[in-house]
C-alpha cells in the first residue's frame, strides 16, 4: 500500500521522447557515431485508460533515472494500435535501444519484435502483459487469476452480506488480444463457478471499452430484465463507467452491485456517489519501479535478480523469470486506508464540486 506512492501526473505522449545523445553500440537519435550512452525504449499499449500516461510512464522514468543514471528513455504510446507499436519497436532499435520494455496491444503479434531484437541484440522485457512464445529475457506484471478471483469475490461478498446466496451475475471480461484477459477471467470463474450465483450473460469486450460494456450491459438487461441482475462484475473501471451508464439509462433502483478495476479517480468518485460498489486496486507504481529497475539491470549488462524476482510467467513456450504483484479490493470500508491515507490520492482530487454532497454524506470531509 506505501509503495504505490503518490499520483503522478504527466503529459500524454504518441511518440519517442527522451535523451538526444547516442545509445551504446548504436547510432543516436542524431543519427551520429556510437556513444555509451544505453537506450531504454518504454512501448505503452493505449492511453485511453488513464494509469498509463498518469502513472506508468513517470514511475518508470523516475526509477530509471535513479538506477542507470548513464542511461536514456524513449518513450512510445501505441494508442491501442497494435500495429503502431509495432512500428514504434522498430523505431527504437533502429535508434539504437539496447532494452525494450513492451506492454503489447497484441500479445501474439508482440512476438514479432522479440524476433527482430534479438536479431540486433537488444533485451526484451514483457511489462504488465505477456508476449506470447516469443521468450522474452524477464517480465513484471500482476498476477492476472489473483486479480479476477478480487473483484468478483468482492462482488460475492456484497451479495450475501445483503442476504442473497443465488441469483444472475453479468460478467464483462476485457478484450481476448490482451494476455492479461483470459486468466483474469478464469480467475474470476474460480470465485462464482462455485459461489452458488448464476453467470447469466457473459461477453468479451473489445478495446476494455466503455462504450463496447455499456452496449453489452444493455443487451444483458434486455436478455434477463434488470430486476433479475444480482450484481455485476466488469474487468476495468472504463468498462464499469458503461454498466453504470446503462443501468442508469434503464432507469434500475436501486443499483445492483457493480465492481470495476484500476481505482480511477472517475471510478472513486463513482464509489463516493453509490453507482459503484469495488475497483480493484494495483500497485502500479510498484510495478513501474520494479520494471524500470529490471530494465536498468538489463541495460548495463546484467539479469534481474533478488528483490526483482519472485516466480516465473509460462509465455506457452517456456517459463520466463518474473516478478509478479498482487492486487487488492478497494470499497468504501477501506478506501481511506488504501487510496487516501497512502497518498494515492486526495480529498480535494475526489471531492469536486460535482461530488460535494456525496463526500459529506459519505464522511469524507473536504
Same mark, same amino acid.
Given at each position: 500500500?506505501?509503495?504505490?506512492?503518490?499520483?503522478?501526473?504527466?503529459?500524454?505522449?504518441?511518440?519517442?521522447?527522451?535523451?538526444?545523445?547516442?545509445?551504446?553500440?548504436?547510432?543516436?537519435?542524431?543519427?551520429?557515431?556510437?556513444?555509451?550512452?544505453?537506450?531504454?525504449?518504454?512501448?505503452?499499449?493505449?492511453?485511453?485508460?488513464?494509469?498509463?500516461?498518469?502513472?506508468?510512464?513517470?514511475?518508470?522514468?523516475?526509477?530509471?533515472?535513479?538506477?542507470?543514471?548513464?542511461?536514456?528513455?524513449?518513450?512510445?504510446?501505441?494508442?491501442?494500435?497494435?500495429?503502431?507499436?509495432?512500428?514504434?519497436?522498430?523505431?527504437?532499435?533502429?535508434?539504437?535501444? $539496447?532494452?525494450? &520494455?513492451?506492454?503489447?496491444? =497484441?500479445? +501474439?503479434?508482440?512476438? !514479432?519484435?522479440? /524476433?527482430?531484437?534479438?536479431? @540486433?541484440?537488444?533485451?526484451?522485457?514483457?511489462?504488465?502483459?505477456?508476449?506470447?512464445?516469443?521468450?522474452?529475457?524477464?517480465?513484471?506484471?500482476?498476477?492476472?487469476?489473483?486479480?479476477?478471483?478480487?473483484?468478483?469475490?468482492?462482488?460475492?461478498?456484497?451479495?450475501?452480506?445483503?442476504?442473497?446466496?443465488?441469483?444472475?451475475?453479468?460478467?464483462?471480461?476485457?478484450?481476448?488480444?490482451?494476455?492479461?484477459?483470459?486468466?483474469?477471467?478464469?480467475?474470476?470463474?474460480?470465485?462464482?463457478?462455485?459461489? $452458488?450465483?448464476? &453467470?447469466?450473460?457473459?461477453? =468479451?469486450? +473489445?478495446?476494455?471499452? !466503455?462504450?463496447? /460494456?455499456?452496449?453489452?450491459? @444493455?443487451?444483458?438487461?434486455?436478455?434477463?430484465?434488470?430486476?433479475?441482475?444480482?450484481?455485476?462484475?466488469?474487468?476495468?473501471?472504463?468498462?464499469?463507467?458503461?454498466?453504470?451508464?446503462?443501468?442508469?439509462?434503464?432507469?434500475?433502483?436501486?443499483?445492483?452491485?457493480?465492481?470495476?478495476?484500476?481505482?480511477?479517480?472517475?471510478?472513486?468518485?463513482?464509489?463516493?456517489?453509490?453507482?459503484?460498489?469495488?475497483?480493484?486496486?494495483?500497485?502500479?507504481?510498484?510495478?513501474?519501479?520494479?520494471?524500470?529497475?529490471?530494465?536498468?539491470?538489463?541495460?548495463?549488462?546484467?539479469?534481474?535478480?533478488?528483490?526483482?524476482?519472485?516466480?516465473t510467467i509460462d509465455d506457452g513456450a517456456g517459463k520466463v523469470p518474473a516478478y509478479l504483484l498482487q492486487s487488492i479490493a478497494v470499497t468504501m470500508d477501506n478506501m481511506k486506508e488504501i487510496l487516501l491515507d497512502s497518498g494515492y490520492l486526495t480529498v480535494d482530487q475526489i471531492c469536486?464540486?460535482?461530488?460535494?454532497?456525496?463526500?459529506?454524506?459519505?464522511?469524507?470531509?473536504?
Open positions: 500500500m506505501a509503495a504505490a506512492g503518490a499520483l503522478v501526473l504527466a503529459a500524454c505522449s504518441s511518440g519517442g521522447s527522451g535523451g538526444t545523445d547516442g545509445a551504446p553500440g548504436s547510432t543516436g537519435s542524431s543519427g551520429g557515431g556510437k556513444s555509451k550512452k544505453p537506450i531504454v525504449a518504454l512501448l505503452l499499449p493505449e492511453n485511453a485508460t488513464a494509469r498509463y500516461e498518469a502513472r506508468d510512464k513517470p514511475t518508470f522514468e523516475k526509477q530509471l533515472a535513479e538506477s542507470c543514471p548513464t542511461c536514456q528513455l524513449r518513450y512510445y504510446n501505441a494508442a491501442g494500435d497494435a500495429g503502431k507499436q509495432l512500428s514504434q519497436a522498430e523505431s527504437a532499435l533502429t535508434e539504437g535501444a $539496447g532494452v525494450l &520494455v513492451i506492454d503489447p496491444v =497484441d500479445s +501474439k503479434a508482440a512476438g !514479432a519484435v522479440v /524476433a527482430s531484437a534479438r536479431r @540486433q541484440g537488444a533485451k526484451v522485457m514483457s511489462y504488465d502483459r505477456v508476449i506470447y512464445n516469443a521468450g522474452v529475457d524477464y517480465g513484471v506484471k500482476f498476477d492476472n487469476v489473483q486479480q479476477g478471483a478480487v473483484g468478483m469475490q468482492s462482488l460475492l461478498d456484497k451479495l450475501k452480506k445483503d442476504g442473497r446466496t443465488s441469483g444472475n451475475v453479468v460478467m464483462m471480461n476485457g478484450d481476448p488480444v490482451d494476455s492479461g484477459a483470459k486468466p483474469e477471467k478464469d480467475g474470476a470463474h474460480s470465485a462464482v463457478d462455485k459461489s $452458488g450465483f448464476k &453467470v447469466a450473460a457473459e461477453y =468479451d469486450t +473489445k478495446g476494455w471499452s !466503455a462504450a463496447n /460494456a455499456q452496449n453489452q450491459m @444493455q443487451q444483458a438487461i434486455t436478455k434477463l430484465g434488470a430486476a433479475n441482475i444480482a450484481g455485476v462484475y466488469a474487468g476495468n473501471d472504463g468498462m464499469a463507467t458503461g454498466v453504470v451508464a446503462a443501468l442508469k439509462s434503464a432507469g434500475v433502483t436501486p443499483m445492483p452491485p457493480v465492481t470495476g478495476l484500476d481505482t480511477q479517480l472517475d471510478a472513486i468518485q463513482n464509489m463516493v456517489a453509490g453507482d459503484l460498489y469495488e475497483s480493484t486496486y494495483l500497485p502500479v507504481e510498484t510495478e513501474a519501479r520494479i520494471g524500470a529497475k529490471a530494465a536498468a539491470a538489463l541495460a548495463t549488462g546484467k539479469k534481474p535478480d533478488g528483490d526483482l524476482l519472485n516466480g469536486t464540486a460535482d461530488y460535494k454532497k456525496a463526500c459529506a454524506k459519505a464522511g469524507l470531509a473536504k
